[in-house]
């Protein structure tokens, strides 16, 4: 049973910082791609930003140049830094993942909200 355990969300200022981990658990599959998305509320969920098993890196272009996504080696934990967040940053944030096959994964999810 694959599982994807989210961490590092919480409350912070505006022009804060903080970063989230996504650690894979449970079998040694491999994926293609894992990534962060996240929700606000009464809205769809989003890409905010992916890695390839290859690193080719996506960035939603309202995070880009403020987020910086990466993983360890063994490529069993993706981190998502996350710098000068503002207050439409709020949201839940999924990690997410899929194999080779096609397969899809997603963790519980995060709260990270930005206020003052």
């Known amino acids: 049973q694959v599982q994807l355990v989210e961490s590092g969300g919480g409350l912070v200022q505006p022009g804060g910082s903080l970063r989230l981990s996504c650690a894979v658990s449970?079998?040694?599959?491999?994926?293609?791609?894992m990534g962060w998305y996240r929700q606000a509320p009464g809205k769809q969920r989003d890409l905010v930003a992916t890695i390839s098993s290859a690193g080719n890196i996506n960035y939603a272009d309202s995070v880009k140049d403020r987020f910086t996504i990466a993983r360890d080696s063994a490529q069993r934990t993706v981190y998502l830094r996350m710098n000068t967040l503002k207050p439409e940053d709020t949201a839940v944030y999924y990690c997410g993942a899929r194999t080779f096959g096609g397969s899809e994964y997603w963790g519980q999810g995060t709260q990270v909200t930005v206020s003052s």
């Open positions: 449970g079998s040694m599959i491999s994926f293609y791609v």
